[in-house]
């Protein structure tokens, strides 16, 4: 039986699947995949820089925006039920990565941002970048 990739905390796999839900509800299995990974890699990462929780990563502050206040992804993102198909696999998904049944299929991401935005992020300049899968660009710092 696979082990869990990071220490997990009551209502982690919830969150990180709502969170997939908010990011990359549109995405399917290996764009939601993708994104559950950039939080896992956080999340491992030591140091200041990021939470080392699933919870706190997904929900520390300016970083998805299905959790920012007043935010309208934010409000379909706490509202939303398994009755909803692309909330199921997100619970899917975010129980498949945390556990280990899914390799990081972004080698090692612990970025990334809709490509085709108008005005991309500043801070890509100085990460490498990894690859695209679906709509996401994915970087390393």
Same mark, same amino acid.
């Given at each position: 039986?696979?082990?869990?990739?990071?220490? +997990?905390?009551?209502?982690?796999?919830?969150?990180?699947?709502?969170? +997939?839900?908010?990011?990359?509800?549109?995405?399917?299995?290996?764009?939601?995949?993708?994104?559950? =990974?950039?939080?896992?890699?956080? %999340?491992? #990462?030591?140091?200041?820089?990021?939470?080392?929780?699933?919870?706190?990563?997904?929900?520390?502050? /300016?970083q998805f925006t299905c959790w920012s206040p007043g935010d309208p992804n934010a409000k379909l993102c706490a509202a939303v039920t398994e009755a909803d198909p692309s909330f199921?696999? %997100?619970?899917?998904?975010?129980? /498949?990565?945390?556990?280990?049944?899914?390799?990081?299929?972004?080698?090692? %991401?612990? #970025?990334?941002?809709?490509?085709?935005?108008?005005?991309?992020?500043? =801070?890509?300049?100085?990460?490498?970048? +990894?690859?695209?899968?679906?709509? #996401?660009?994915?970087?390393?710092?």
């Amino acid at each position: 039986m696979p082990e869990n990739v990071v220490a +997990l905390r009551r209502g982690d796999a919830e969150v990180l699947a709502r969170t +997939l839900y908010g990011e990359a509800r549109g995405e399917g299995i290996s764009g939601m995949t993708a994104i559950a =990974w950039v939080v896992v890699n956080r %999340a491992k #990462h030591v140091g200041v820089r990021f939470p080392d929780t699933i919870s706190g990563v997904c929900k520390q502050r /300016a970083q998805f925006t299905c959790w920012s206040p007043g935010d309208p992804n934010a409000k379909l993102c706490a509202a939303v039920t398994e009755a909803d198909p692309s909330f199921a696999l %997100a619970l899917y998904v975010a129980m /498949a990565v945390l556990t280990g049944q899914v390799e990081d299929n972004t080698g090692g %991401a612990d #970025h990334y941002f809709v490509t085709n935005m108008k005005n991309p992020p500043n =801070w890509r300049s100085d990460m490498k970048f +990894l690859k695209r899968i679906g709509a #996401h660009s994915f970087y390393k710092d």
